[in-house]
């Protein structure tokens, strides 16, 4: 049996960083964790293909050669998800599909041949042995949410590593928290299921099998969802980095009460923890307190993030506007706490309404769904704002507009470089030859060619003559810089110019919504998930 796993094109993103791509020399910021965990999950016996079209292109010999055609897919990757789906089945190819999107949505796998629904692993074994004999139940659904402790290590041995940004891991899924907005909660449960340390420790030695030496990031849509378990195995992997001499930097996403665990914080580092993912949101309690996200409203969120970057972990943010607490006030209110703040890289996105989330049910039972999310939070919204829509996408333009003026970047930057300058440095090193490569590309692309080179020059000089043991995290930042910028005025403010569709909301049934989001929902641990999708 042949199968050949294809990971549709991902459209540009903060998170995607695909700016960076000509200077850093790579193609994607990471590899699609959930098809090569999948393909750990097939047949021994089975013949396998991996094709990231974000990668490589997929060509028609591919298909041909392939007995069935294998997908997984987030929301935002429809497009390109569906292009592929027909092609293959044009060619007369079987066609299989998981991941969040078709989990997620009822409608999504229309017209695919077999839909898994769920995490795979307690029904793939049985759909392989079906696949085999030619036949398969159109809709598999998994019975329950499994033990993470069976699932294998991914195939990395099937990744062009050289290709990626970072490598993917997961040490765990669910998060205990209740955010109304969140689907994580709705697919992966509110009990987080996590790996013994040694597990995660067999699964990173795969890794570095590979060669590949870098940024490794740890999927988990909050790492410290079980606090006891992250310890213990922030201590075994302490241990396993000294032994294999600091190969990789390693980040990841938690909650922002991780700023409340001195330990946590210090078994991170030690661990060689170099940044983390904070879902902020905002600094509206109100906003926070609408939305059921209380582990943010009663923190104070410019200590939690200060303290966080002085003890060496880079913030990156997700924030939110067009929440029904929002007024006018609320573009003033996020620009001035971002801008004060040391979060270069904040991903700031309009609420948009998931399928199968608690948002999604209340706006349906209220009327006021305008239908489907297009999965990127840099569009208008698919429901009716309390703010005026219009109102609501001016402002979050000007908001961007004024958060990505290059000196307000690298302002930013240099807050991050400036708080964390005491904190104790990873041992981690990339090779002198890939690093002075980059250093280089940067100085061309952005010194040279770039419309906001004296904004870069001057950031350089800054760090260079207050700060010269911060040059190479400062140029890391300053290569970021170009994806944030450039997203921002290239691609986000002119579509948000675009004139507003023709829409009204919609009829929609939440119950089938409520009877899906209670099974066993999950994407097939796709590790490739970004924050300002989600």
Not at 385 to 412: M, N, S
Request: proline fraction near 6%; glycine fraction near 8%.
């Amino acid at each position: 049996m042949k199968a050949l796993l294809v990971y549709p094109v991902f459209p540009k993103s903060y998170w995607g960083q695909e700016y960076t791509n000509p200077i850093t020399g790579r193609r994607a910021i990471v590899p699609p964790l959930g098809l090569i965990t999948i393909a750990a999950m097939l047949p021994e016996h089975w013949e396998l293909r991996l094709l990231d079209m974000n990668v490589e292109p997929l060509d028609d010999s591919a298909i041909a050669w392939a007995d069935v055609v294998m997908l997984s897919a987030m929301r935002i990757q429809a497009a390109s998800f569906h292009d592929v789906a027909r092609r293959a089945a044009a060619m007369g190819k079987r066609v299989v599909a998981g991941g969040p999107y078709v989990t997620s949505d009822p409608q999504a796998g229309h017209g695919i041949d077999h839909v898994v629904i769920g995490e795979a692993e307690d029904v793939l074994p049985d759909l392989a042995r079906e696949l085999e004999r030619g036949r398969g139940a159109a809709r598999v659904e998994a019975p329950s949410r499994p033990d993470v402790k069976r699932t294998p290590a991914a195939r990395y041995d099937l990744l062009r590593v050289e290709s990626y940004n970072a490598i993917g891991v997961q040490f765990s899924r669910g998060c205990p928290f209740n955010c109304e907005f969140c689907d994580i909660i709705e697919l992966f449960g509110r009990s987080p299921r996590t790996k013994p340390p040694d597990q995660l420790l067999r699964e990173l030695d795969a890794v570095l099998a590979t060669g590949f030496r870098g940024a490794v990031f740890l999927v988990d849509d909050n790492f410290i969802g079980n606090k006891v378990a992250a310890k213990k195995m922030l201590s075994r992997l302490a241990g396993w980095t000294v032994d294999n001499g600091h190969p990789f930097d390693f980040f990841t996403e938690a909650s922002v009460n991780l700023a409340d665990d001195d330990e946590m914080i210090a078994k991170m580092v030690a661990a060689d923890f170099s940044a983390v993912f904070l879902g902020i949101e905002t600094p509206s309690k109100e906003a926070l307190l609408e939305t059921q996200k209380r582990q943010n409203a009663y923190l104070d969120l410019n200590e939690a993030v200060d303290k966080l970057a002085k003890n060496g972990l880079e913030v990156m943010g997700g924030f939110i506007v067009g929440f029904d607490a929002d007024d006018e006030t609320i573009f003033d209110l996020q620009f001035e706490f971002i801008d004060r703040s040391p979060i270069a890289k904040a991903m700031v996105g309009i609420l948009t309404a998931l399928p199968m989330t608690q948002l999604w049910r209340r706006l349906a039972r209220e009327g006021r769904l305008y239908g489907g999310a297009v999965g990127d939070a840099a569009y208008r919204p698919n429901f009716a704002t309390r703010l005026p829509e219009e109102t609501l996408v001016a402002g979050y333009g000007k908001l961007l507009a004024r958060l990505y003026q290059p000196a307000a970047y690298f302002r930013r930057a240099y807050r991050s470089l400036e708080l964390g300058r005491e904190a104790k440095k990873s041992p981690f090193r990339r090779p002198f030859w890939y690093a002075f490569g980059v250093a280089w590309r940067s100085l061309w692309y952005q010194g040279v060619r770039a419309s906001y080179r004296a904004e870069y020059w001057k950031f350089l000089a800054r760090v260079a003559w207050r700060m010269p043991d911060q040059f190479v995290p400062g140029v890391a930042a300053a290569v970021a810089g170009e994806h944030m910028i450039r997203y921002t005025f290239e691609d986000i403010l002119p579509r948000l110019a675009a004139p507003a569709p023709d829409r009204a909301p919609v009829a929609v049934q939440p119950e089938g919504l409520v009877t899906l989001g209670r099974r066993a929902l999950a994407d097939l641990v796709d590790g490739g998930r970004s924050p300002a999708t989600h």
